[in-house]
């Protein structure tokens, strides 16, 4: 059993490594986040936070606030995920980043079973919020450094 755990934790910091790496795509300055849906050990879908296709890639308005239609990674790749052919029911989505309620919303709807993430947003509702839909979140702490 503790060898299928380490093996998962494996993955999972694989996985959040690679949302890291896809966070870079970014235009936004203040922080960067990345995320990627998972199932069956295939990615279905990617996203990092950014304003709307066809808007300026300018995400911080000139006080450093963050403008209020900037999607979130997490909102990115569920949407991607809509207007393909996959589904995202019994996925498993890893974020470089716990996600905030709204986020946390769209995943419950979107039938994602399982959250991942690597940094803790300034507040855990989203999390909360995902726990009372039985969804499952994991705290995985991940390095910069490639480990097998």
Known sequence: MAEKRNKQLDVDKRYLRMAAIWAENSYCIRRKVGSLIVKDLRIISDGYNGTPSGFENICEDENNKTKPY???AEANAITKVAAS??????????ITSSPCIECAKLIIQAGIVRVVYSEKYHTDEGCELLK???I????????NTHQE
Do not use: C, M, P, W
């Not at 052919?85 to 890893?94: E, H, M, R």
């Not at 499952?136 to 390095?143: S, W, Y």
């Open 136 to 143: 499952v979140v994991d705290f995985v702490e991940i390095n």
């Open 132 to 134: 009372r839909a039985g």
């Open 70 to 72: 900037v999607l979130h």
């Open 85 to 94: 052919s996959n589904s995202s029911k019994g996925a498993t989505i890893y």
